[in-house]
Antibody
């Protein structure tokens, strides 16, 4: 069965950095595009970033462009999100998601909580 | 990019139908047939219900259906059941990005 397991969340101060990881299993990871989506406490979902299977194409939401970097290691079946210059408003649960067909998400991880606070 | 507009809440009695709208622009909902819908139970990750406007993944009951007209997409839940009480989100491809809706809380009365 498909599994996506995020890790790396935690408490960080404003201006700090965190690196989220997502371990994928149960499917041929390299053939799927992957995204990161987040959800602030009590709020809605927000798309953050997209990466194709070959890492040839990446896209970012304006809210994180220049601060976050998406990457993947197909040999390790892993997706990453490097988050720099963190802000209080980056506090959220971060989900790793698989793109199933065309920019829709057929599998979701359980999420990892990132809290940015001084 | 602004979020797609959904009503904050919707409700219906068991067995009834409820329809949730998702309004965007010609740059997202109206410009592509790549609208999908998700159900999120409290404390859980979202689950895909509909993709490409009206296609249901295997395992999703046919009580869930999607449609689109112009810049507005809709999700209809027919034959409401207690377990349908959840938050529902639409999303649309918008050219090198995805945009989520504001979310709708469905209450089964």
């Amino acid at each position: 069965e498909v599994q996506l397991v995020e890790s790396g969340g935690g408490l960080e101060q404003p201006g700090g950095s965190l690196r989220l990881s997502c371990a994928a299993s149960g499917f041929t990871f390299s053939t799927y595009s992957m995204n990161w989506v987040r959800q602030a406490p009590g709020k809605g979902l927000e798309w953050l970033s997209h990466i194709t299977g070959s890492s040839g194409t990446v896209y970012y939401a304006d809210s994180v462009k220049g601060r976050f970097t998406i990457s993947r290691d197909n040999a390790k079946n892993s997706l990453y999100l490097q988050m720099n210059s963190l802000r209080v408003e980056d506090t959220a649960v971060y989900f790793c998601v698989r793109v199933g067909y065309v920019w829709d998400y057929d599998w979701w991880g359980q999420g990892t909580l990132v809290t940015v606070s001084s | 990019q602004s979020a797609l507009t959904q009503p904050p809440s919707a409700s219906g009695s068991p067995g009834q139908s409820v329809t949730i709208s998702c309004t965007g622009t010609s740059s997202d909902v109206g410009g592509y047939n790549y609208v999908s819908w998700y159900q999120q139970q409290p404390g859980k990750a979202p689950k895909l219900l509909i993709y490409e406007v009206s296609t249901r993944p295997s395992g999703v009951p046919d009580r869930f259906s999607g449609s689109k007209s112009g810049n507005t997409a809709s999700l209809t839940v027919s034959g409401l059941q207690a377990e349908d009480e959840a938050d529902y989100y639409c999303t649309s491809y918008a050219g090198r990005k995805n945009v989520f809706g504001t979310g709708t809380k469905v209450t089964v009365l």
